[in-house]
């Protein structure tokens, strides 16, 4: 069992994300790890069900997670993080809070829940 802490785990989690490592990211997870939206919706639960998740995900180009604010309280970790993504409609951002449970070295349970979604202004028509 590894020995960091549950700050250290996320912080590892977070830039595996940005790096689009999925070995890197898969392994602050635990293999039984579960990923719930916040109404209770299970997202993905253990690795062969997140792994599709994050290609998918790590396939757009301009995907980065920046730290807006992090609490810690025990083994639980809270990031609010500004998203940014292409979406179907085009290129933008989103606010995300992001709970996890850290048990053993690694991430057992993450609960997501999304803000509103911005998109990004085009090239401007006006000359």
Do not use: W
């Amino acid at each position: 069992m590894s020995h960091r802490s549950p700050l250290e785990v996320v912080q590892a989690q977070l830039e595996a994300y940005n790096a689009k490592d999925i070995e890197a990211l898969l392994a602050t997870y635990s293999p039984k790890a579960a990923q719930y939206a916040t109404g209770g919706e299970l997202l993905a639960h253990g690795h062969e069900q997140m792994r599709p998740r994050f290609l998918a995900r790590f396939a757009e180009p301009n995907l980065h997670a920046r730290l807006l604010s992090r609490q810690v309280a025990g083994n639980m970790v809270a990031d609010l993080e500004l998203i940014e993504r292409t979406f179907p409609e085009g290129v933008g951002s989103i606010e995300m809070l992001c709970v996890y449970e850290v048990v053993d070295g690694r991430i057992l349970r993450a609960t997501f829940a999304t803000g509103e979604k911005k998109l990004f202004a085009g090239p401007s028509n006006a000359s």
